[in-house]
């Protein structure tokens, strides 16, 4: 580091700024030293830095499933907050299994990391508070006690698909859950009470929030005596596959039964799908929970928070008044 600092003509710690990132140095700065390191092949000791400053600037996040484009949307929000004040972001994946997220986060705990992030998490509470005493955690999705938490209004949400459905005249709806899915409890319970509440009786099929789950729901309501006219899937991913079955079945939609989903992912906007959905701000999901982070490390905050975001229903093509007529789905 000091050769780079004698040949860029800077201060050691202008330097050590600059190899972290920081959006602090000027443009000119940044460059020469950038400069001087390459002519010099210096790369930075992140280890030795990070036992020298107690810190390594590096915030690492765990993704439960790199399949569902939500996550990397909140992953777009961590990083942009994250560069902003100077850290980096490693990203690990969990695939859905307990066990590969407790080691991604034992991975990122020996790696020193200053906080660990973790998207969807299905981890026991007692696991949570672990990796909580060790460095700031934030969980982002679902609820966990004595832990920073960022989740967006799952209930509520649930209830502004089933009102939705309602106001355009449907009364037979089915619920696609979303099984252990973060916050699908909250949304189903949400859906289902607002149904109710006008004295209706919706149907709910168990699934999760992969797209082989929607699609093998949807294949469980073609198998009903009688269809459905609307179904509210626990997150687009799996609403975009159970659209698939049932117009592979020969149903239009929304004119033979109508469908909203859930997260309103980059998907549910292209043009040939247009799924009516409940927004989730997730990429300010990210940026708050990288908040959070920052104010234990830099603040020095130790009561645990929840902030909780709103959500809201965008309504697309995929939804409509129930027909006049209930069609006969090819077998």
Not at 119 to 145: D, F, M, N
Not at 180 to 186: D, M, R
Not at 242 to 268: C, F, H, K, M, Q
């Amino acid at each position: 580091m000091d050769d780079v600092a004698s040949v860029a003509g800077v201060s050691r710690a202008l330097v050590s700024l600059v190899m972290r990132g920081s959006p602090k140095v000027s443009e000119r700065r940044r460059s020469a030293v950038l400069l001087a390191a390459s002519e010099l092949g210096y790369r930075p000791n992140a280890a030795a830095r990070a036992l020298a400053e107690r810190r390594s600037n590096t915030f690492g996040v765990v993704i439960n499933d790199l399949h569902n484009t939500f996550f990397a949307d909140v992953a777009d929000g961590i990083h942009d907050e994250a560069r902003a004040h100077g850290y980096r972001v490693l990203l690990n994946a969990a695939w859905r299994r307990d066990v590969d997220e407790q080691v991604a986060i034992e991975s990122f705990l020996e790696h020193r990391v200053d906080a660990v992030l973790l998207l969807g998490t299905r981890l026991g509470l007692p696991t949570l508070q672990e990796a909580a005493k060790a460095v700031p955690t934030v969980v982002i999705g679902s609820e966990a006690a004595g832990i920073d938490v960022v989740v967006n209004d799952d209930e509520r949400g649930g209830e502004l698909a089933a009102d939705h459905l309602i106001e355009l005249g449907h009364t037979d709806i089915a619920h696609i859950d979303g099984g252990i899915g973060a916050g699908a409890t909250s949304r189903r319970g949400g859906f289902v009470a607002a149904v109710e509440a006008q004295g209706l009786r919706p149907t709910v099929v168990p699934g999760d929030f992969t797209d082989e789950s929607g699609a093998a729901a949807a294949g469980q309501l073609l198998d009903l005596d009688q269809l459905p006219t609307a179904v509210f899937v626990a997150n687009d991913l799996a609403a975009v596959a159970a659209i698939d079955r049932l117009e592979g079945a020969g149903l239009r939609v929304p004119d033979d039964i109508s469908v909203v989903g859930y997260d309103n992912t980059a998907i549910a906007s292209l043009s040939h799908i247009g799924l009516t959905t409940v927004n989730q701000p997730r990429q300010a999901m990210g940026r708050v929970a990288t908040r959070c982070a920052l104010e234990r490390l830099d603040g020095g905050r130790r009561a645990a928070v929840t902030h909780v975001l709103e959500p809201e229903l965008v309504i697309r093509q995929t939804t409509a008044p129930p027909p006049t007529r209930r069609p006969r789905p090819r077998p």
